[in-house]
C-alpha cells in the first residue's frame, strides 16, 4: 500500500548543506504495524513529513494506494493528508475549551459531513480507544494518555489507510506510554495500519518490525515473529 524508492532529502541552509535521508527504501503492507527508531537527527522526522505528504522528497519514489505523491501538487498533497493519513503528534495538538467530542469531530466538519454524522462517528471512535464516558470533557479535564487517546480518536475519524504518530508517547509517564501502545495494538488487530516514530524501545518493541535509521540511511529492518 505504501512505498518509498531510494527516497533523498537534502536541506540546503545559505552555504550548508545536510543530507537527511540517503537513499531510503521500504514497503509497508495495509495492516502492517511499524515503527521508526534512530538517534537524533538520523532522519525520522524528516521521513514522517514526507510519508506524511508534509514535505516531497529532493529525489526518489514515493507510491501510496498507487499514487506516486512525490510529484504531487501542493493541493494534490493536502487531499493525501486529509483523506489517506491520520496524523498523531507528540503534543496531542487538541484545541482547548473544545470538548473531546468536538476535538474528534472537527476533521469531518472541514470534510463537509452532516452534523448527525459527525457526532455518530466521533463517538464510534472515541469508545473504539475506550473514552465513551469522557465525550464531553475538555482537553484539561483529561489525562496525558486519555488526551493522545481523543488524538488517536480523531486520527480515525476520517476513516484514514495509515495512522502516522510522531513520538506518540513522548510526553507521557511510563504507565500512560503501554495505556497509548495497549491502543495502537488493538487498533492494529482490527486492520488498522500504524506507522510509530519513537526513540523509546518499549515502544519499537510492542511493534511488529521495526525499521532502525543512522545517518539518514536503513541500519536495520525487521519483523518480529
Ligand atoms: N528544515 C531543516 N533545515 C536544515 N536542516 C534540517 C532541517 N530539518 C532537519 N534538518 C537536519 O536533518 C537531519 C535529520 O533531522 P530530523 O529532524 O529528521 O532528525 P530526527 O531523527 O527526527 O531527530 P530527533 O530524534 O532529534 O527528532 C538533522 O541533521 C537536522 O539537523
Ligand atoms: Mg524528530
Do not use: C, W
Request: net charge neutral; hydrophobic share 40%; aromatic share 4%.
Amino acid at each position: 500500500m505504501l512505498k518509498i524508492e531510494n527516497i533523498t532529502k537534502t536541506y540546503n541552509n545559505g552555504d550548508v548543506k545536510t543530507v537527511a535521508l540517503d537513499g531510503v527504501s521500504f514497503e509497508i503492507e495495509h495492516g502492517e504495524f511499524v515503527s521508526i527508531m534512530g538517534p537524533s537527527g538520523s532522519g525520522k522526522s524528516t521521513l514522517m513529513h514526507i510519508l506524511g505528504a508534509l514535505d516531497v522528497p529532493t529525489s526518489g519514489k514515493y507510491v501510496l494506494n498507487g499514487k506516486n505523491v512525490e510529484a504531487m501538487s501542493d493541493d494534490e498533497l493536502a487531499d493525501i493528508r486529509n483523506k489517506e493519513i491520520g496524523f498523531v503528534f507528540q503534543a496531542y495538538n487538541l484545541l482547548a475549551r473544545t470538548s473531546a467530542l468536538k476535538n474528534v469531530a472537527l476533521p469531518m466538519v472541514y470534510a463537509g459531513l452532516s452534523k448527525k454524522e459527525r457526532v455518530e462517528r466521533a463517538k464510534e471512535v472515541l469508545e473504539a480507544v475506550g473514552l465513551k464516558d469522557k465525550i464531553n470533557n475538555m482537553p484539561n479535564q483529561l489525562s496525558g494518555g486519555q488526551k493522545q487517546r481523543v488524538a488517536i480518536a480523531r486520527s480515525l475519524s476520517m476513516k484514514p489507510s495509515i495512522i502516522l504518530a510522531d513520538e506518540p508517547t513522548g510526553n507521557l509517564p511510563t504507565s500512560q506510554t503501554h495505556e497509548i501502545m495497549d491502543i495502537f495494538s488493538k487498533l492494529n488487530n482490527e486492520g488498522h495500519t500504524i506507522i510509530i516514530i519513537t526513540h523509546e524501545e518499549a515502544v519499537a518493541s510492542r511493534t511488529k518490525r521495526v525499521i532502525t535509521l543512522v545517518d539518514g540511511k536503513i541500519q536495520k529492518d525487521e519483523e518480529k515473529k
